[in-house]
């Protein structure tokens, strides 16, 4: 099936921590090449997952939307576009970081992690200690994104962390097309994950990227979710 994202409002809704700014940047280039009209929700770290919804509800009000987002913003849109089949043009998923219950997966416990040691240690202790043990590129954005969602950034990993995706038998029932991006060497969104939502969904494909590529330019993200969305 032929993807038309021309002249279709697609919402992107940020990975856990993240922020507004670095999904512009990972998307906005390759959508505005296809013609997509890109709207790019703030999180709201009080109300994490409820305000990523209330934003694809309010988009899709005047018609059908496309959807999609960074990890635990990827896992909300898709389970958006299963509950609104009618609605949703296409999912553009960006490292899908786990399938179903979040369980053991690296990035929920990565996230419970993380806010334990920010109510524990603080914002400024936390923030280096992240940017000792991160590539450079992901410690800038981070230390940006987590200054601005303080003092409730623990509040919106710990949501997160316990957020259900979908899961493959829900996936199977995904009737808009899906668009995956994973990384070959991202322990933290295991490649695996992207590779069951492709194979559970009826109309999806995968391309994949590095953590260096992603790095040296963010819109490789983007690029590789409408990639994937061009085989199909």
Known sequence: MAVDLRGVTTVLLPGTGSDDDYVYRAFSGPLQRVGAQLVTPRPQPGQLIDGYVA???TAAATGRIGVGGVSIGAAVAAAWALAHPDRAVAVLAALPAWTGAPGS??????????????????????????????????????????????????????EAAEYVAPSRAELTRLAAPLGVAAAVDDPIHPLQVGVDWVS?????????????????????????????????
């Open 105 to 158: 997966a690296p990035a929920a416990a990565a996230a419970r992690h993380s806010a334990a040691q920010l109510r524990r240690d603080g914002l400024a202790a936390t923030t280096t200690q992240m940017r000792v043990s991160s590539p450079p590129w992901l410690a800038q954005e981070l230390t940006r994104s987590w200054h601005a969602q303080w003092p409730q950034l623990p509040d919106a990993m710990e």
């Open 55 to 57: 934003a694809l509800d």
């Open 200 to 232: 559970a969904a009826p109309h999806a494909a995968l391309h994949v990227v590095t953590l260096d590529e992603i790095g040296a330019d963010a819109a490789a993200l983007g690029a590789a979710c409408l990639a994937a969305l061009g085989e199909l």
